[in-house]
């Protein structure tokens, strides 16, 4: 597609539901991202993606927090048993890899723990 | 580990006035910076951004950026703010080598007034 696409934009679960976040990314893109965006907060790191290679998990902030990437396009978030403080705009961005690659972003998904 | 410090949380200039934004980063390596801009219910957008070479780098609407190894500084500047300026700006650090994510700062909201 043109630019980073995520669905759906807008969540709102019950605690203690699990919710699952999609990602479609910029085609040819083989690097991904997500982050998390609090109310009046900068975007936290969750998870990356590049390629086959391993993903860095080192954002994600709690085991109930999974991602999956099929190959080099669509990813997705998976939050178990949510809790309040999970409510947030969940973004995803992607990227070529290369010197100085811009990372594109999508519109994000934002989630409401109810 | 990698990090960026946004000082300022919130600033106010008048419509017209110079802007200056800063941008404090740590990183082990040679980093690639960037800023980007979201504007309200808007995604993040890249004003510009920083690999190698000149110093002083121009973005889009007008900000150029300066790099300042020894000040681990990348400031954002533009020379007159014009209202639709107001918006949240981040700044990004990212390494040369691939296999790693992009780190943001907290971010700076840029009110404009008349």
């Known amino acids: 597609g043109a630019g980073v696409s995520q669905s759906p934009s807008n969540k709102v679960t019950e605690k203690g539901k699990d919710v699952e976040l999609r990602c479609d990314p910029i085609s040819g893109h083989t690097a991904l991202y997500w982050y998390r965006q609090r109310l009046g907060q900068g975007l936290e790191f969750l998870i990356y993606?590049?390629?086959?290679?391993?993903?860095?998990k080192s954002g994600l902030p709690s085991d109930r927090f999974s991602a999956e990437r099929t190959g080099e396009s669509v990813s997705t978030l998976t939050i178990q048993r949510t809790q309040q403080e999970d409510s947030a705009v969940y973004l995803c961005?992607?990227?070529?890899?290369?010197?100085?690659?811009?990372?594109?972003f999508g519109q994000g998904t934002r989630l409401t723990v109810v | 580990a990698q990090s960026v410090t946004q000082p300022d949380i919130h600033i106010t200039v008048s419509e017209g006035a110079s802007l200056e934004l800063r941008c404090n980063y740590s990183?082990?390596?040679?980093?690639?910076l960037f800023w980007y801009v979201q504007s309200p219910g808007q995604g993040l957008q890249l004003l510009l951004k920083y690999f190698s070479g000149d110093t002083l780098v121009q973005g889009i609407k007008g900000f150029e950026a300066e790099f300042k190894r020894s000040q681990s500084s990348f400031n954002l500047r533009k020379p007159s703010v014009h209202w639709s300026d107001a918006a949240e700006y981040f700044c990004?650090?990212?390494?040369?080598?691939?296999?790693?994510?992009?780190?943001f700062g907290k971010g700076t909201t840029l009110s404009v007034s008349s």
């Open positions: 990004a650090v990212g390494a040369h080598q691939a296999g790693t994510a992009l780190i």
């Open positions: 961005a992607s990227s070529l890899v290369g010197q100085g690659a811009e990372a594109f």
């Open positions: 990183y082990g390596a040679t980093p690639y």
């Open positions: 993606f590049q390629g086959n290679s391993a993903p860095d």
